[in-house]
């Protein structure tokens, strides 16, 4: 392991946010789904939530840039389920979409926990979706179009919520357990043994402050 990677990892793991997330409500492109998640690499998001479409749902390696190796992906067969999840962990749902009773996207308090509900680039989000969200909000239009790529609203919406964190303080340290911490910079370091060692039934290794495995026999 190259000690400046390593350092560049654990930085990046440090300033992950266990509080902030997406759901997905049956986003059916890959390529959305794909850049949904480099944004979510990008605003510090430990991991998301995604509902499926019924004919499946893969990333594009193209659009991805990987980012499957640094942001955790929760697959569930309904929306009620995931938001359910998600709510049992303490977040409010904010479901992305435009109706009377939606709030401009910039009026809500990302500092709190919160799950971005976002929908299918044709329907958006489902019916069963918006009756289970806290709240709606929108991306307010100017123009001519009614709403935007899916993936861009996702990428506005995160960064408001990164902007308010940051000023909140909310990426200086990590806010993870010190033992999760740990796991996964073991996993995003060593993915293969890391794979291997969960196989065996194994713990892993201790890592030196550089990176380097030390032995464990």
Known sequence: MNPKRFARLKSALSRRQPDLTVLMDQVNKSHNFSAILRNCDAAGVLEVHVVPPEDGLDLHH?????????VGINRYSGVADA????KEQGLCVVAAHPSTNSADFRDV?????TAILMGAELHGVSEEGLSHADQHIMVPMLGMVHSLNVSVATALILFEAARQRTEAGLYDSSRLDPQEFERRLFE???PSIASSRKSEGRAYPALSKSGEIIPDW
Request: net charge positive.
């Open 109 to 113: 308090d990302y500092t709190k926990p």
């Open 188 to 190: 995003w370091a060593y």
């Open 83 to 86: 938001i359910a999840e998600v």
């Open 62 to 70: 193209g659009t991805s840039a990987g980012t499957k190796k640094w």
